[in-house]
Every structure is written in C-alpha cells, then in structure tokens.
C-alpha cells in the first residue's frame, strides 16, 4: 500500500515570497491534516478536511495560509506571503477515520520549509 | 481536548527496556490512547493503541490502568534504532472528528 506522498522534500524562500506544498494521501482515506512542526516541538494542526470539506481550520493563519482539498483526494497548502517564523516542516497526514476515537493517522515525509 | 504530560527525555542503553508514563488526567470515557514515534526527518509512526488494560503488538505494550487518568508505552529490549521522540495521544470525541493534540514528545536516546 502506498503512503502519503508529499512534495517537495525542501524548500528554500524569501520571506515575502510565495510557496506551495502538494499531498496526496492514502487512497480511500478521507480525513486528510496538515500539521505545522518547528523544530524541537510537536506537530501542530493547521487544518483537518473530511473529503472536501474543512473540519477544523482553528490554527490556521488565514491571513497568509490557505488550503484546498479539490475532490476530496489531493490537497494543497499554500502560504503567502511567507514570513521567518514560518520556517518549519510542514507534514500531511490522512486517516481512515470508521470510528473517531480510533483515529489513527499515517504521515507523510513532510516538506522542510525554510525562509530567509 | 484532554491535555497529556510526558517526560521531555529518558535515556537508555540497548537491551534495557524503556518505559515512558503520559499522564492525561481530564480523559473523557470514550477516548482512547494512542502513541506515535518519530525519527529526525520523518513524520510520526503509528505505534499502538488502547482504551483500557494492557495492549502488546510486535513494537511495544500499553499499560492503562483502571482510572485511565495515565498510561505507559513500554519498549522492552531496546536498540540503537529506537532513538526517536514518542507522543502520547488522547484524541477528542464528539464532534471533533478525531482530533489530536501533539505535545511536545519524550525524546528517547538509546545508547550502546
């Protein structure tokens, strides 16, 4: 079974500058997160879809972050524009979530941001 | 969400056996326990899961006692390779859809 694919691995901007990063998670899966992790700390939730519709956007910057989730499968994490601060990995998970309180979450590699 | 405390880091020597308590002491009646591994460079790994008494897979065991108020991720017999950060979990029911709340992990060292 394939895993939850992210894109790119690196990334190196200006702040100000605009970036992207693209998920594709586990087939069948429909509850899709991005987390935010600085380094030396846990990963923080940005946003939970479930399929196409967002869940809890709650930790969301949404003056410079947005994301979309077009069909339910794919999902795309922008930022602009990019500040210092936000120089972080910034992984996708997915989970096949039958039973919430079961959740279980399987992670991509993440995509290592840095701003200059 | 149900706030969970964990050791910031232990460490141990290969063959020892690791055991690692998260205190989660506003856990609500339906939710369960789960742990998660992380290596540098990584996102987490699912490791195990419970909701009461003990669970044990090819990784790990988990203790919940009856008060489920803390749990314990035992690692028995640990290798090099199992210097990682460890998250213990306790997800929101309800509404929530399954949402978690990392904290900020017990990082493990494991040395010969």
């Known amino acids: 079974e394939a895993g939850v694919a992210q894109s790119p691995r690196y990334k190196i901007i200006e702040k100000r500058q605009s970036v992207a990063f693209w998920c594709n998670p586990i087939s069948g899966h429909a509850t899709l997160y991005w987390y935010q992790q600085i380094l030396g700390q846990g990963p923080k939730l940005l946003i939970q879809?479930?399929?196409?519709?967002?869940?809890?956007d709650s930790q969301l910057p949404k003056d410079r972050f947005s994301a979309e989730r077009l069909k339910g499968v794919d999902s795309t994490l922008k930022i602009q524009p990019a500040k210092l601060e936000d120089s972080a990995v910034y992984l996708c998970?997915?989970?096949?979530?039958?039973?919430?309180?079961?959740?279980?979450?399987?992670f991509g590699a993440g995509t290592r941001l840095s701003v200059l | 969400l149900a706030k969970t405390t964990q050791p910031i880091s232990m460490d141990s020597y290969e063959g020892q056996e690791v055991n690692i308590t998260c205190s989660h002491n506003n856990i609500a009646t339906n939710d369960y326990i789960t742990w998660y591994q992380q290596f540098p460079s990584q996102g987490p790994r699912f490791i195990i899961q419970?909701?009461?008494t003990k669970v044990t897979n090819e990784v790990a065991s988990l203790f919940i006692p009856a008060d489920r108020k803390s749990s314990t991720l035992s690692l028995p017999r640990v290798s090099l390779s199992d210097t990682a950060v460890y998250y213990c979990l306790v997800g929101e029911t309800g509404d929530s859809w399954g949402k978690f709340q990392f904290g900020a992990g017990t990082q493990v060292v494991v040395t010969p």
């Open positions: 419970g909701y009461k």
């Open positions: 879809f479930q399929n196409n519709g967002v869940v809890d």
């Open positions: 998970a997915s989970s096949l979530v039958q039973d919430p309180r079961k959740n279980i979450q399987y």
